[in-house]
């Protein structure tokens, strides 16, 4: 069985690169085995700012579809749509998310802006240059307007009070440069709602099962988020005290409810493709917040997308079909075949 060639594209990772860069190679990896045991030949395409670089390459490969694990560029989240700009000029298909969508799910407070437009709950916030949505008060947590990962957060990116809020956003944008901005702190739980193209209905998302991530033994003064340490130090106590949990109590089903109508309602918004997974928090009246918007998330072996795929019985692999299939736009046979 030989489908043909699939390039894998994905941000040039330097030997020296941080854990969040290099899990990108994982993920590199783990798509290339499986598009192997579904019977395409792949060569991963590291990119960099050379577009034109890039765009030769891919003429020379001639791919079927392009599979785009690119989460930054040179190391700078700000670029991830760059590759699918370049793509769609080309009419090469390519797997996830457009790049109006990537761009625009990527800088947090335009995401936000979008969000409370369309009457989607998302937390309070206010700009570096003073701009304020909502009225922020009490705690804030500061994060950067264009990069994920937890880039930036740790213990003391949760303040209080907007002068503190201005202060660590001053000193972040001193730090590591790009935009920053405050947000309303959430004191209350995390869950992650992934969404995947439904093979028989277009453009139209389905959810997998909803993720609660839960903070084991935190002392009362850190801060129960997941901070850069959660996400990617494998030692850290934050690390080994935020599983996920799949497993929600029936009492949660009117919660878990409207946190898919909402996710679904943001992936509707923004048009999203393909995959995307949303980070909500919920207050402590029981209100729903979207957070983020995750275009083409994370599919490493250990991350959550992958342990969701696992908990609706559709594994791995045919979530990856699925992927696919939403990016050939039609329904691949054994997508077809599985779901009758
Ligand atoms: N307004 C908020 N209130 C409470 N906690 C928050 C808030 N914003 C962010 N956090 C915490 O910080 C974490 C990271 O924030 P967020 O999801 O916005 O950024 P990210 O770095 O883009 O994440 P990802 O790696 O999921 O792309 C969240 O998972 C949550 O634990
Ligand atoms: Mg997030």
Redesign the pocket.
């Given at each position: 069985m030989d489908h043909g060639t699939v390039a894998i594209l994905h941000g040039a990772v330097p030997p020296d690169a941080s854990a969040d860069e290099q899990d990108t190679l994982v993920q590199v990896g783990t798509i290339a085995q499986a598009l192997k045991r579904m019977g395409w030949r792949s060569t991963a395409v590291p990119i960099t700012l050379d577009l034109a670089a890039m765009s030769r390459r891919l003429k020379q490969i001639d791919p079927v579809f392009v599979f785009n694990l690119v989460e930054s560029v040179g190391g700078v989240g700000q670029h991830v749509h760059l590759a699918p700009n370049v793509l769609e000029a080309l009419g090469i298909p390519f797997t996830g998310c457009g790049a109006v969508a990537l761009m625009q799910t990527s800088n947090?407070p335009l995401a936000k802006r979008r969000m409370v437009e369309n009457g989607i709950a998302t937390?309070a916030w206010i700009e570096a240059d003073g701009y304020a949505a909502g009225a922020p008060r009490g705690k804030f947590?500061v994060?950067?307007a264009w990069?994920?990962?937890?880039?930036g957060?740790d213990g003391s990116?949760?303040v209080d009070g907007i002068a503190a809020a201005r202060r660590r956003m001053a000193e972040m944008t001193a730090r590591y440069g790009g935009s920053w901005f405050a947000?309303?702190?959430?004191?209350?739980r995390?869950f992650?709602v992934a969404l995947i193209e439904d093979p028989d209905r277009p453009r139209e998302p389905l959810p997998l099962p909803v993720a609660e991530?839960s903070f084991v033994d935190f002392p009362a003064d850190k801060?129960?988020?997941?901070?850069y340490a959660?996400?990617w130090d494998k030692e850290s106590f934050a690390y080994l005290n935020t599983p996920h949990v799949l497993d929600l109590p029936e009492s949660d089903r009117p919660l878990i409810d409207q946190m898919i109508e909402l996710s679904q309602r943001c992936w509707r918004l923004f048009d999203l493709r393909g995959y995307a997974?949303v980070?909500l928090?919920v207050d402590r009246a029981g209100r729903p917040?979207v957070?983020?918007v995750?275009p083409n998330?994370?599919l490493s072996p250990d991350a959550g997308f992958a342990a969701m795929l696992e908990r609706a019985g559709l594994g791995f692999e045919e979530g990856v079909e699925r992927i696919i299939a939403a990016c050939l736009g039609s329904t691949t046979a054994s997508a077809r075949r599985r779901t009758g």
């Amino acid at each position: 069985m030989d489908h043909g060639t699939v390039a894998i594209l994905h941000g040039a990772v330097p030997p020296d690169a941080s854990a969040d860069e290099q899990d990108t190679l994982v993920q590199v990896g783990t798509i290339a085995q499986a598009l192997k045991r579904m019977g395409w030949r792949s060569t991963a395409v590291p990119i960099t700012l050379d577009l034109a670089a890039m765009s030769r390459r891919l003429k020379q490969i001639d791919p079927v579809f392009v599979f785009n694990l690119v989460e930054s560029v040179g190391g700078v989240g700000q670029h991830v749509h760059l590759a699918p700009n370049v793509l769609e000029a080309l009419g090469i298909p390519f797997t996830g998310c457009g790049a109006v969508a990537l761009m625009q799910t990527s800088n947090k407070p335009l995401a936000k802006r979008r969000m409370v437009e369309n009457g989607i709950a998302t937390p309070a916030w206010i700009e570096a240059d003073g701009y304020a949505a909502g009225a922020p008060r009490g705690k804030f947590i500061v994060k950067s307007a264009w990069e994920d990962a937890s880039i930036g957060l740790d213990g003391s990116a949760v303040v209080d009070g907007i002068a503190a809020a201005r202060r660590r956003m001053a000193e972040m944008t001193a730090r590591y440069g790009g935009s920053w901005f405050a947000e309303s702190f959430i004191d209350g739980r995390e869950f992650a709602v992934a969404l995947i193209e439904d093979p028989d209905r277009p453009r139209e998302p389905l959810p997998l099962p909803v993720a609660e991530m839960s903070f084991v033994d935190f002392p009362a003064d850190k801060p129960r988020i997941l901070d850069y340490a959660s996400k990617w130090d494998k030692e850290s106590f934050a690390y080994l005290n935020t599983p996920h949990v799949l497993d929600l109590p029936e009492s949660d089903r009117p919660l878990i409810d409207q946190m898919i109508e909402l996710s679904q309602r943001c992936w509707r918004l923004f048009d999203l493709r393909g995959y995307a997974r949303v980070d909500l928090r919920v207050d402590r009246a029981g209100r729903p917040y979207v957070l983020e918007v995750n275009p083409n998330p994370c599919l490493s072996p250990d991350a959550g997308f992958a342990a969701m795929l696992e908990r609706a019985g559709l594994g791995f692999e045919e979530g990856v079909e699925r992927i696919i299939a939403a990016c050939l736009g039609s329904t691949t046979a054994s997508a077809r075949r599985r779901t009758g």
